[in-house]
């Protein structure tokens, strides 16, 4: 008579669909809303919603962003708010950035650089709730090109280690550095997610650290959603965004916190 089988030899449960969606859904929206990824909800939502591991949950979540970000590209681009020569410099800094930050990954301390990016991000929130002076698209000069691949290093490096989106950082530089309208900020920071979610997704498959499937429901799931929001992003004052992206900001340094405190809990030293 045959035994019935344990519960260890189960197979794993199906990746539920409809909820999984929903998280590519609000992924989306925010992505459009911001012009950062959205992987501060698709990563959450895919270790509590389908039980996925953390390290997968990562490479899924970059995988996602991709369909994500190119709509929401679409999206900002149809209303001439993409700077482009921005955008490259800002890429080839990320590009270099995330190789980087695979290289430092076991050399920087993960748990100290988690609470002082939390601290940055506060402060730029602060500083996001005062009147920022608004500009224009001018000439890049050679310092102003410095400054972007060098904040799009330190992009690369920050996403790589903390699994943070670009946008958070990139979004409020350009706001504040180079004066960019925020709608102009958030339709450049989708440009440059592009090349770095390509760039951490070829990686993550060499290693085996993506859900394909999972990041094609995710993605084409927030695809709609994510044009939705750039929509109203262009629609939105300047005043009322940086509030919005301000509150953002908080959000994010609020997760890396608690996240410090669970793995501090659980034991995993950084």
């Known amino acids: ?40 909800l698709i990563v959450p939502g895919l270790v509590l919603i ?17 369909p994500i970000s190119a709509a929401s ?11 482009w020569r921005v955008g490259l410099c800002l890429a080839v800094g990320a590009l270099v950035g995330a190789v ?7 050399v920087l301390p993960h748990r100290v650089l988690a609470i002082a990016f939390a601290g940055i991000l506060v402060v730029t929130a602060i500083r996001l709730f005062l009147p920022i002076e608004s500009g224009t698209r001018g000439v890049l000069t050679t310092g102003s090109i410095v ?17 943070v989106g670009g946008g958070v950082i990139m979004v409020p530089a350009m706001m504040m550095l180079l004066h960019l309208p925020a709608a102009m900020a958030k339709g450049t920071s989708v440009l440059v997610i592009i090349p770095t979610s390509l760039m951490g997704t070829y990686r993550n498959r060499t290693k085996k650290n993506v859900d394909l499937r999972a990041a094609t429901i995710v993605g084409l799931s927030g695809i709609p959603s994510a044009i939705v929001g750039g929509w109203i992003s262009a629609r939105m004052s300047d005043s009322v965004s940086n509030v919005l992206f301000a509150s953002l900001l ?13 793995d501090d809990k659980a034991g995993i030293v950084h």
Not at 1 to 17: D, G, K, T
Not at 35 to 40: E, L, N, Q, Y
């Open 1 to 40: 008579m045959s035994q019935p089988q344990s519960s260890s030899s189960q197979q794993p449960q199906p990746i539920p669909f409809l909820t999984v969606a929903l998280v590519g859904i609000a992924a989306g929206f925010l992505s459009g809303m911001f012009g950062v990824g959205g992987g501060i």
């Open 50 to 66: 389908a039980k996925m591991d953390q390290r997968i949950a990562h490479g899924t979540s970059l995988a996602a962003v991709l």
């Open 73 to 83: 590209l679409i999206s900002y681009w149809s209303h001439d708010h993409v700077d």
């Open 100 to 106: 980087l930050g695979t290289k430092l990954l076991h």
């Open 147 to 163: 400054a972007l691949i060098a904040i799009g290093v330190a992009t690369g490096i920050l996403a790589g280690l903390l699994g």
């Open 250 to 262: 908080i959000v994010v340094a609020i997760r890396l916190v608690l996240q410090i405190r669970s």
